[in-house]
C-alpha cells in the first residue's frame, strides 16, 4: 500500500517545480512578446495549480473514508482531531476544506462561512465586490480563493500532520 501523504508531499514539491519553471520560462517570452498564447499559458497554470490543491483534497477525503472506514472522511476526521485534542489543527482543517469546496462549487454555504469568519484565515479569499486578487495580473483565474504555492504547501502539510495524528490515534 502507498503511503498517501509522503506521495502528496514528494507530488507537490514536483509539480509545483515543473509548474514554476514552466511560469517563468513564459515570463521570459512575455518580455518581449504579449502573444494570447503566452498570456493563456500563464492562466492555464495558474488553473492547474487549482485542478492539483482541489484533486489533492478530494483524493484525501476518500483516503480517509478507507482509514477510519466511514462514509464521511472529513467529518470523522475533525471528530478525531477535537476528541484528541487538536482542536487548532482540526480548526485549520476546517477553514481549508471550506476553501476547497469553494474553488469546487463557487459561492454557496462553504463561501459565506468563510466570509462570515471573524478570525484571519490562512489564505486569501475574494470577499463580496471584489473582482481581483491583484488587479493588472494576467495569469489570474477567477476563483473565490486565491490558489498561489502557499496554499498548495499548506494542504499538502495539512495531509501530512492529519494522516500522521490519526495513524497514532488508531495505534
Do not use: W
Request: proline content about 3%; aromatic content about 12%; hydrophobic content about 40%.
Amino acid at each position: 500500500m502507498h503511503n498517501f501523504e509522503e506521495l502528496i508531499e514528494t507530488g507537490t514539491e514536483f509539480t509545483l517545480k515543473a509548474l514554476n519553471d514552466t511560469f517563468y520560462k513564459i515570463l521570459q517570452e512575455l518580455q518581449t512578446s504579449s502573444h494570447t498564447p503566452l498570456v493563456k499559458g500563464v492562466q492555464m497554470i495558474q488553473l492547474q495549480k487549482v485542478i492539483f490543491a482541489t484533486g489533492m483534497f478530494s483524493i484525501f477525503e476518500a483516503e480517509l473514508q478507507n482509514f477510519l472506514d466511514c462514509e464521511n472522511g472529513f467529518k470523522e476526521a475533525k471528530k478525531a482531531l477535537v476528541e484528541m485534542g487538536e482542536t487548532d489543527l482540526a480548526d485549520r482543517f476546517n477553514d481549508f476544506y471550506l476553501a476547497i469546496n469553494v474553488l469546487k462549487h463557487g459561492k454557496g454555504s462553504s463561501y459565506n462561512n468563510l466570509v462570515d469568519n471573524p478570525k484571519p484565515l490562512p489564505f486569501r479569499l475574494k470577499l463580496p465586490g471584489e473582482d481581483f486578487f491583484n488587479e493588472g495580473d494576467i495569469s489570474e483565474v477567477y476563483t473565490l480563493v486565491e490558489v498561489d504555492d502557499n496554499f498548495i504547501l499548506n494542504c499538502a502539510d495539512l495531509i501530512r500532520r492529519i494522516s500522521e495524528i490519526l495513524k497514532s490515534y488508531r495505534s
